[in-house]
């Protein structure tokens, strides 16, 4: 199984990445849509989205997306979306308020051996934010650029005294990204590992889709219950 965070080898130049956010501070920024997953304030502006619009920040496979009028104005933010060569869904900025925490919880299907990876850069943060993935933490430095499997259970705790924002960008596996990570060491012909948890593993998945309860996650429950 590969790991489940991984800084890639290269960095962005911090001053660039900031001065992008102070064009984007003064448009709205929508608090994230899943409301029972965080305690304080979790909020994002849309660079990349479905209708096009800032304020539209969900996330969902296999949907057009667009980019928003704010892009044309963040050039740095361009400069590093073209830098992956490959296509891309939600880009976006995701800001997590001081003394504010994202609960425990996966996102299905965000895994590179699913044929997704999430991107995170961070713009501002610091060594009181703490980031886990798989219960690992995971020790983002601002400009550096991480991928990380949030298939896995992960959270986010803010403990600091300043907001926490980072550049995010949703990408579809191609050939160019598979020469990037097995230069990272990853095994790209890994499966995804998805009927391969363990029974702990399976009760810990089934207990976090039953507190957030939806069509999609009956299904993968009974799939898990099954097996």
């Not at 929508?30 to 209708?51: D, I």
């Not at 073209?82 to 900025?93: G, N, P, S």
């Not at 990570?181 to 995804?192: K, R």
């Amino acid at each position: 199984m590969n790991a489940s965070s991984s800084q890639l080898p290269i960095s962005f130049s911090i001053d660039k990445l900031q001065e992008d956010l102070v064009i984007c501070e003064n448009d709205l920024w929508t608090p994230h849509f899943n409301t029972n997953r965080y305690e304080g304030k979790w909020t994002s502006v849309s660079l990349r989205s479905q209708s096009g619009l800032i304020n539209d920040i969900t996330s969902f496979p296999n949907k057009a997306y667009y980019n928003t009028n704010l892009l044309d104005r963040c050039h740095y933010f361009k400069e590093i979306m073209d830098w992956f060569q490959c296509e891309k869904e939600a880009v976006r900025l995701l800001r997590l308020d001081p003394q504010s925490e994202i609960k425990e919880h996966m996102d299905n299907d965000t895994s590179y051996e699913d044929g997704f990876f999430r991107i995170h850069i961070p713009i501002i943060t610091n060594d009181n934010v703490f980031f886990y993935v798989d219960k690992k933490r995971v020790p983002m430095k601002m400009g550096e650029c991480w991928y990380a499997n949030f298939q896995l259970l992960h959270s986010v705790e803010n403990r600091s005294s300043e907001p926490r924002i980072h550049f995010t960008l949703d990408c579809i596996r191609n050939d160019w990204s598979d020469q990037l990570f097995t230069e990272m060491g990853f095994d790209i012909n890994a499966s995804s590992g998805k009927n391969e948890y363990s029974y702990v593993v399976k009760q810990q998945i089934i207990a976090e889709l039953s507190r957030n309860p939806s069509e999609a996650g009956a299904k993968i429950i009974a799939d898990l219950q099954s097996k």
